[in-house]
């Protein structure tokens, strides 16, 4: 008997994937119409930094060539959210930059103010996988980790070669 999986006709990783993402872009399309985020709820959203479409400054691209982490919760401005990307101001050492970030560079988001988790595997070429990387330097603190897993949404869709 074969331990192998058949090779399916239907794209069900990529599916599941957009899914998620599109879950990234109700909840920052509800803070972006509501005002501002609602109670304790703060936001780490992770991001491949080359990705197709992301809109950052060089110096940005410099000091996190591969990806970075971004921290929305006291200090943002303008955010703007469609079906595709969302933009943003936010300030790196006091200074102003407005970042543009597509959902398929998306590789995490994180809400710790309700231990919710998602994790995605960036879109890539084929055959391209994610590349381990070093925790991001930005400013702000890096996203506690879940101990006990509750709340976390893992898709780790691994591509046979």
């Known amino acids: 008997m074969d331990d192998q999986a058949p090779d399916s ?6 599916i599941v994937q957009e899914a998620l993402r599109a879950v990234v872009a109700r909840v920052l399309g509800s803070v972006a119409t509501g005002g501002g985020l609602p109670g304790e709820h703060h936001f780490y959203i992770t991001f491949k930094t080359q990705a197709a479409g992301v809109d950052i400054p060089k110096r940005l691209i410099e000091r996190f060539p591969d990806e970075m982490t971004i921290v929305l919760q006291n200090r943002f401005w303008d955010l703007m959210v469609d079906g595709e990307r969302f933009s943003v ?3 790196f050492n006091q200074v102003p930059s407005k970042l543009v970030i597509p959902y398929s560079a998306i590789t995490g988001f994180h809400d710790p103010a309700v231990n919710f988790e998602l994790r995605f595997q960036a879109q890539e070429g084929p055959g391209d996988g994610p590349e381990p990387h070093d925790p991001a330097e930005n400013d702000g603190s890096p996203a506690p980790s879940s101990e006990d ?3 976390v949404v893992s898709v780790d869709f691994k591509r046979k070669k």
């Not at 006709?9 to 990529?14: A, F, G, K, M, T």
Request: charge should be negative; aromatic fraction near 8%.
């Open 9 to 14: 006709l239907i794209p069900y990783d990529e």
């Open 89 to 91: 101001g936010l300030s």
């Open 149 to 151: 897993g509750s709340n």
